[in-house]
């Protein structure tokens, strides 16, 4: 167990060497979730992400032969960088384990921060075991992403700054993947002010620490993907577990077309970006998924914000799927001239834009002599969407929606 002895210590070590993230209120974010919220944006970070706090924590402590010999870690993306970034800085040798599927921006990005990157493995376990090898082959220090007193006590620093930011805080929802930065934050907080209430989320995916805690252990689950592939972690961690049991009030789970509309809210409300980890504690206040109370000064934790561009694109269309700003119809219709002109008028009256259309005469059971046509439309949300759909069947058109 860690205390807040160690965050302080952590805090001394870290200096100025990481930047202190803002934490500003959000009145747009404050009215839709009834909460008051402040976005404490760890995404700014040089990293983008609050990772590189217990890396450099970690680093910190190395002694001279240690460092001499250097330093490796397994990571899909913001651990690695942030291992390699303060390393580099420090003269130290650092060696990053990737999975061979990791995207080629993160591979680059950790490179650029000074790391030999090694590229090994279908996925992070696989990783973790080549890194733990080079580890025991080359006398190097291994730096876990989570799994460390002296990373999660990094990462704790977060809470201290926000006790500073945050005049009366009540409240702290954070993400959760292997329970490092939740660990860590609720041990600073819970220890300074136990009134503090310590929020965990999770993807519904791979909630590995609501279920280590409903089974009093850390248990491993079956491999799965997620949009938050920073918190796809299958097993929590055996250091951090005890800390979030013992600090933690409460774990809930967000799903990924709700992480996906965060991002998306993030985007355009705050024009803050994040990752799909990095939004999942802002999702859990937008789907009233927690238990605190209305008006409670509450800070919500961006983690980081390292997303690849590709995905972001996926991700801004799943979420405006979500908030039904973007509907797709397949219509049937009479194939003769002008009927293509009259749905089209009907759609134009309700000011719905047509973005993309597709003609189909041989599929879908679609009698000779009709068509059918699929319609992509930007609308401005669900009460436009009903309107539509309300017109289009009191003009007898036979549709559904396509998902």
Do not use: W
């Amino acid at each position: 167990m860690i205390g807040l002895a160690d965050v302080l210590a952590a805090r001394e070590r870290i200096g100025n060497a990481v930047y202190k993230s803002p934490c500003a209120r959000s009145e747009m974010l404050s009215r839709i979730t009834g909460q008051s919220v402040f976005l404490k944006l760890e995404n700014l970070q040089m990293t983008g992400s609050f990772k590189e706090r217990g890396a450099l924590n970690k680093i910190a402590t190395l002694t001279a032969a240690e460092a001499a010999k250097g330093v490796v870690a397994a990571s899909a993306g913001n651990h690695a960088q942030g291992v390699a970034y303060h390393a580099t800085q420090r003269g130290i040798r650092a060696v990053i384990v990737m999975p061979l599927t990791t995207p080629l921006v993160k591979v680059q990005a950790t490179r650029g921060f000074g790391a030999e990157v090694v590229l090994f493995g279908g996925n992070y376990d696989e990783a973790c075991v080549e890194a733990t090898r080079l580890c025991q082959e080359q006398g190097m220090t291994f730096i876990h992403p989570f799994d460390d007193p002296l990373v999660m006590a990094g990462q704790g620093t977060v809470g201290l700054e926000l006790l500073e930011q945050v005049e009366g805080l009540e409240a702290v929802v954070v993400p959760i993947g292997g329970g490092g930065l939740i660990g860590g934050i609720a041990c600073a907080l819970k220890e300074s002010n136990p009134k503090v209430r310590v929020v965990g989320v999770q993807t519904s995916r791979l909630p590995s620490m609501q279920a280590a805690v409903e089974a009093h252990h850390p248990v491993t689950l079956e491999p799965a993907t997620t949009i938050a592939d920073g918190i796809a972690v299958r097993r929590a961690g055996e250091v951090t577990f005890p800390v979030v049991a013992k600090y933690v009030d409460e774990i809930v789970t967000v799903d990924e077309d709700e992480i996906a509309s965060a991002i998306l809210t993030l985007l355009e409300r705050e024009k803050t970006l994040a990752e799909g980890a990095g939004a999942t504690a802002l999702a859990a206040l937008l789907q009233q998924r927690t238990s605190l109370p209305k008006g409670a000064k509450t800070a919500v934790l961006v983690c980081g914000g390292n997303i690849d561009v590709t995905l972001l694109s996926r991700i801004i269309e799943r979420g405006l799927v979500q908030d039904g700003r973007l509907i797709r119809l397949r219509i049937h219709l009479l194939d003769k001239p002008g009927a293509l002109l009259e749905l089209t008028g009907t759609i134009a009256k309700h000011r719905v834009n047509i973005v993309d259309t597709l003609y189909n005469r041989a599929y879908y059971g679609v009698n000779l002599g009709d068509t059918t046509i699929d319609i992509t439309m930007e609308t401005r949300g669900r009460e436009q969407v009903e309107e539509l759909l309300s017109a289009l069947n009191a003009g007898g058109y036979r549709f559904s929606r396509v998902f």
